[in-house]
């Protein structure tokens, strides 16, 4: 058979500019990670061809001799890892997980979800108003405290006089330990489901960095190429709590996921997420998801020596966020200099943000990504250093408030901060040191 090369010379080439790209830049932004060669193979491999509607030993094609023994192995090491009783891998991604859980508990337009609101860190399918879980569902956001971290108080006093059907608690952007027996203990007072959603935060819950939501948590999901490390892929997880509290749990959700939401599972992605499991339950990873943290740790202790603001003063997980109207930069004219300066991260809203989302005051950045190279503490001084002089160098521009000006003056940034000598100099160095971590 030929190669991707002699069939298709574009998207050969397009696949060998994106290495080099990734190779020669930081990527800090924290759902990013690179996942093993072993993870890809089984992505690319032959399992991808086949359809395997259904579950387990319960199918509507046949052929399914291997299909069912992949997804089996991929069930069994996610409850051992996680402790839980039943495993659904087949979710396509997070978002498709989300709605899964909602189809299976849920009456649309009638029942009420309970979550992070988007603007403090939450995720679209946590209830955001653009996106169906807010559309389909009647929702209550909730929102952080001054501090930017979890108010739990406040949290129960709203969720005892709105009663949702399901909480959930879990974050896109929140750098600070989650109480999951807190939000526990909220959820058992007004009867509703808890949905612990770790997507980021999974390989510190198998490595024992977090607490585990498990003895707390109904259901648990996950996405799982975030610092997990796997496929592009999702899993739903049902605890012994949740088996308790409705002993049909499992079933729901599994018949929400197929035939509710879902057509054929993906047979190749299901291996890759049993592989990430595997690599997940060994020595290493937990090796690697200790220096993830402690590499965030050391990047916030370092930005904060430079009058950076962290949103909750730092970061107990793999990520920060950073408000930076004290430095008189716009979130968005910071990811663009940082691009230019070879540090990929991501604009972000922070807690009470004033500014459009496109526009957010802030910008997010994690470790996981630069840890899977093998970056350590010297490297995340040398970073911190890079991120101080790129966002002087662009200090001071006030982002103009009517929005056909703002368009102009992002026009002409654009053209102005590819051209930057000192960010040209700084991509260059990130680049000598990104070429000892290949
Ligand atoms: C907390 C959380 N939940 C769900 C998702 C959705 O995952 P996906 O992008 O795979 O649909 C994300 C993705 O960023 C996330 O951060």
């Keep these: 058979m030929k190669a991707l090369e002699d069939i298709d010379s574009q998207i050969f080439a397009l696949i060998k500019q994106e290495e080099k790209r990734t190779a020669s830049t930081l990527e800090m ?18 399992l991808n061809y086949k359809y395997s509607e259904g579950y387990p030993k319960k199918r509507y094609y046949q052929g399914q001799r291997i299909a069912d023994q992949v997804e089996i192995l991929a069930q069994e090491r996610a409850k051992k890892l996680f402790g839980v009783p039943h495993a659904n891998v087949q979710p396509y ?22 979550g992070l609101s988007l ?5 679209l399918t946590h209830g955001s108003p653009v996106s169906f879980s807010g559309k389909y569902f009647k929702v209550v956001p909730y929102q952080l405290g001054k501090d930017g971290r979890f108010d739990y108080e ?7 006089a709105e009663k949702p059907k399901i909480i ?52 648990i999901m996950t996405t799982t190429h975030k610092t997990l490390r796997g496929p592009r892929g999702a899993m739903i997880m049902v605890t012994e709590k949740g088996l308790k509290k409705d002993p049909e749990l499992g079933n729901k959700i599994d018949k929400a996921v197929f035939p509710g939401l879902q057509g054929g599972p993906h047979d190749n992605q299901t291996a890759a997420i049993a592989v990430a499991l ?13 220096h993830v943290v402690r590499n965030a740790k050391v990047l916030a202790q370092e930005l904060v020596k430079f009058n950076f603001k962290l949103v909750s003063g730092g970061t107990d997980n793999h990520l920060l966020l950073i408000d930076l109207s004290n430095k008189k930069v716009n979130g968005a004219v ?23 989302p496109f526009y957010p005051s802030g910008i997010r950045l994690g470790t996981p990504a630069i840890t899977t190279r093998g970056m350590k503490e010297r490297e995340m001084v040398k970073i911190a250093n890079w991120i101080n002089e790129t966002i002087n160098e662009v200090s001071n521009r006030v982002l103009p408030a009517n929005k056909e000006q703002r368009k102009e003056f992002f026009k002409n940034f654009r053209e102005e901060v590819f051209k930057n000598k000192k960010l040209l100099q700084i991509a260059k160095e990130v680049r000598e040191l990104c070429s000892k971590f290949p």
């Design 29 to 46: 932004i924290p759902s990013n990670n690179y996942p093993s060669k072993a993870v890809l193979e089984a992505l690319g491999s032959i």
């Design 93 to 114: 991604s997070g978002s498709p997980a989300n709605t899964a859980v909602y189809f299976a508990l849920l009456e649309p337009f009638k029942d009420k979800i309970m």
């Design 119 to 123: 603007a403090y860190g939450g995720h």
């Design 154 to 160: 406040e949290i129960e006093k709203l969720a005892i």
């Design 168 to 219: 959930v608690c879990g974050a896109t952007a929140y750098p600070r330990i989650i109480d999951f027996k807190r939000f526990g203990q909220i959820a058992d007072k007004v009867g509703a489901y808890l949905l612990a959603d770790i997507s980021h935060i999974a390989g510190l819950i198998i490595a024992g960095v977090h607490p585990s939501p498990v003895d707390h948590a109904h259901i």
């Design 278 to 290: 595997r690599l997940a339950s060994g020595k290493q990873f937990k090796v690697y998801i200790e």
């Design 334 to 356: 910071a990811a663009l200099a940082l691009e230019v300066a070879g540090i990929v991260i991501n604009k972000n809203a922070v807690p009470g943000d004033l500014m459009p």
